[in-house]
C-alpha cells in the first residue's frame, strides 16, 4: 500500500503539468492526436485529420510533441491519459510496445486497399511488424548541400560528407548516436548490411568514434529537424542532415536551392499508435484505420514521405515519385530499432562521453 | 498587582490559539502549494533514486533462488528453470518488454536478447518448462551463460539501491573488485566540474558587469535611476526563449556580428561563436545579469553616502575609501546575488541547449537525456539528487565562512 501511494504520487507530480495543458481535452466527441508538427504536421491535417473531422464530426485535438516515450510512460503509469493517437518513429514504437505502453492494434480492422487488395497484402511488411501500431510513412534522415554556398566540387555519396579535404567546410549533424553512428560506419568502408553487426561490437563502435573524431572539429550540432534546413540557408554548414521531408518542403515551398544526396541515406517508418488505457480506445481505432487509407498515404507525398500502402502510388503526385525515400531504398539502410533498443542508452552515453573529450 | 484568574488566563490562550488558527488558515494554500509542486517532486525523486522495485516485482522467484548462487558459474538447473517460468509468465502478459529494458541497462545488448528468448519460450506450453525451459533459455541467447549476466539481474533485482548514484559518480560495482571506476563510459564527473565552472564564470562576469551599473544607478537621483532601471528590468520581462534566439540571430556564422566585422574589413573569416561554451556563457550572462543588479542596486540605495565622505575627510585616499568602507557595505547585496546568479546557472538547461552545440553542454542537459531518450528516470533522479546535495553543500560553506544572514536582497 505505501508504495502504490508514493508511486501514485510521484506519477501525479510528474504528470501534473502535462494535465494542465491539454485540461478539459475529453469533452464529449473528440479525441487527441499528437504528431511532430512542421510541414509534416501540416501534411497530416489536410489529409488527415480534417476530412476525419468532417467525414465522422469528431473533434480532433491536434498536438505537437518531438518524441521519446517520456510523455507516454509518464501518462500510462500515472493512470492519467491525455493523449489517444500517438505518431512514432519505429525506433521508438518497439520500446514503447513492449514495455507495454500501447494498446495492441488488431490488423483487421484495417479496410481493403482503393484498388481492392486485402489490408495484409497492400501494405508494405514493416508497417504492420509492430502488433501495437500501423505504419504511416517511410522517411529517411539524408543529408543535402546549397547550390550557393558548397563551391566547385558537389558531394555524391557518405564519403564525401566525411571528407574534409574535397569538401571543406562545416557539418551539422543531429546531436545523438543514431544514424551518425552508421553512417561513420558506411563511410568506413562497412557494408551496408552489416552496419548493426558491426556496431554491436566494442571495437565496432570504437571505429565509429574514430571516424567521427575526424570530422568533429567541423560538426555543427543542432537538436531539432526544423533548425537543420536553417543551417544550409544561412550558410552555418555546407553539408547537413535532416529528415527528407524538411529538405523538400523548403525546396518545394520556398524555392531553396538544397539539393539532397541520398547515399547512405538511413530509412525508417513511423507509425500510428493508441496509448494504453486510452479511454476512447475504439474511437482511436476507427481513427486510424480511416487515416491510413489510401488516399490519407498517399497525401503525405506532399512532403516527400512515402506511404506505406502500395496501393497509395497511383494516386500521388507524380512530380514527388523521385524525391521519396521508396524511389532511393538501394542506396540506403533501415534504422535498426531492435539495435537502438539494444544500444540506445550506453551509446547514449558514450556519445556524450565522446562529445566532452 | 492583580493576578489572572484561572479562566480569564485560559480565555486569553483561547484567544492567541484562535489567532494563530487564523494566522495558519491564511498560509494554507501557499503551504499546500509548495507541499504539491515543491517538496512532493523533490521527495518523490529523491525517493525514485534508491527505490526501483520492478525487477524484484517481476521475477521474484528467480531473484529469491539467486541468493543461495555462488556468483561463479552459471546458476543451477533449479533456477534457470524458475527463470524460464517466470519469463513465460511475463511473455503471456506481455512485460517481458520491461525486463528486457531493465536487464539492458546493467548489460547493453540485452533488451533484444531477453524479447527473443521470451518469446521462444513463450511458445512452449506450460508443462514443457520444468523439463524444457532451461535448455530453451540456453539456446536462445549465449549470454545466458554468462555468469556476468546473471550478477547484473541479480544487482538489478534489489528493491533498494545506490547502483545509481555509483553510475552518476562513474563508479562500477565490480563482482569481486568491489566499487572502482567505470571502465567503459565516465561522463557524468566530468559535466559535473564543467557545470561548476561555467557557473562560477557566469557569475564573476555578472559581478563585473552588474557592481559598476548598480553604482551608477544607485548615485542617481531617484527618477533617472528609476528610469534606467526599466532598462535593467525590460530584458528580465522578455521571454526567455526571445532573448536566447536573439543571441542565435547575434552569434551566428553568418549573424549580425561577423557579418558586421567582415563588412568593416576588421576579420577576414567568420568567427565560430555559436555552439560553443562561448556562446552559453554571453547568453546566459545577459539573461542572468538582473539577478545580480537588482539586489546590488536596492543594498547601493541604503548606503548613506556620508559614510564615505566621512572616510574622505579623515584623509583616506578615494580608492582605499572605496575598498575598505564601501565595499564592505555592499558585500551583503553582492553576495545575495552572486549566490542567486550562481545556483540559477548550475540548473540552467534552455540556453545551453539551444546556444550550447558540443562544449557548451551541462549537466542539465545530460539529465534531461536520461528522462526524454534514455527513459533512465531512476539515472536523472540521481544525478538530480547529487546536484542539489552539491548546490546544499556549496551554500553550507558559503553559510559558514561568509554567513548566509548576511545575505540581503533589498
Redesign the interface.
Known sequence: MA?SL?TG??A???S?ALAMTSFGAHAAESLTVVSWGGAYGAAQKNHMIDPFQKDTGVKVLFEDYSG???EM?AQVESGNIQWDVVDLEVIDLE?A????LLE?IPHDILPAGADGTPAADDFIPEALASECAVGNIVWSVVFAYNEKTIGGTKASSIGDFFDTQKIPG?RAMR??PQVNMEWALLADGVAPAEVYEVL?TAEGQARAFAKLDTLKND???F?SWSQAPQLLN???AVLVQSANGRFYDAIRQEGKPFVIVWDGHVYDLDAWAVLKGSPKKDLAFKFIAYVTESKPLAGMSDVAYGPTRKSSAPMMDPAAAPHLPTAHLDKGIQAGS??W??????L???F??W??K | MSTLTTSEASQAAGARRKKRLNAFIFVVPLLLFILLTFVAPIGSMLWRSVHHPIVAELIPLTLAELQHWDGQQIPDQKTLTLFASELHGLAKRRLSGKLAEEINRSYAGMSSAVKSSARKIGRLKPEQLPSQGAETLLKAHRNWSKPELWYAIQRAGQVYTYDYYLTALDLELHPDQGIQVREDTQIYLQLYGKTLNMALVITLLCALLGYPLAYYLANLPENRANLLLVLVLLPFWTSLLVRTTAWIALLQTNGVINSFLLSAGLIGRPFEMLYTSFATVVAMTHILLPFMILPLYSVMRGIDASYLRAAMSLGAKPIPAFVRIYFPMTLPGLSAGALLVFIISVGYYITPALVGGTDGQMISNIIAFHMQRSSNWELAAALGSLLLALILLLYWLYDRYVGASNIKLG
Open positions: 508504495r508514493t504520487f510521484s501525479f507530480a510528474l501534473a521519446g516515450v517520456a510512460k520500446r510496445c513492449s514495455e507495454g495492441t562545416k546531436k545523438r554491436a560538426i555543427v550540432w537538436d544561412d550558410g552555418g531492435d539495435f533498443a539494444d544500444y540506445g542508452e550506453s547514449g552515453e558514450k556524450n562521453e562529445l566532452l
